[in-house]
């Protein structure tokens, strides 16, 4: 079960949706989903686990908020 996760994390897939400037490549959650269909439809023991669920939304979230407190508060947030 390691190697296969392992494969599939060497592979990129369990960061795609993840957004880009924290390692992803910024692809829509549809990419994950079907991952998971055809995994599934193959008998693969698969699942996202927390990081994978909820990794991507938070990321996103703290990366608008970074954003609008650089764009807005330059002097609280600083070089980044």
């Known amino acids: 079960m390691r ?8 592979r990129g897939w369990l960061r795609m949706c993840w957004p880009r400037e924290f390692g992803g490549e910024g692809k829509s959650s549809w990419y994950q989903y079907i991952l998971f269909e ?9 699942t996202l686990g927390t990081a994978g669920m909820i990794g991507p939304a ?5 990366g608008r908020l970074v954003r609008f407190l650089e ?9 980044i």
């Open 3 to 10: 190697r296969l996760h392992g494969e599939i994390d060497r």
């Open 38 to 46: 055809e995994l599934h439809a193959h008998g693969v023991p698969y």
């Open 58 to 62: 938070v990321m996103d979230r703290v």
């Open 71 to 79: 764009l807005n508060y330059p002097e609280i947030v600083g070089p």
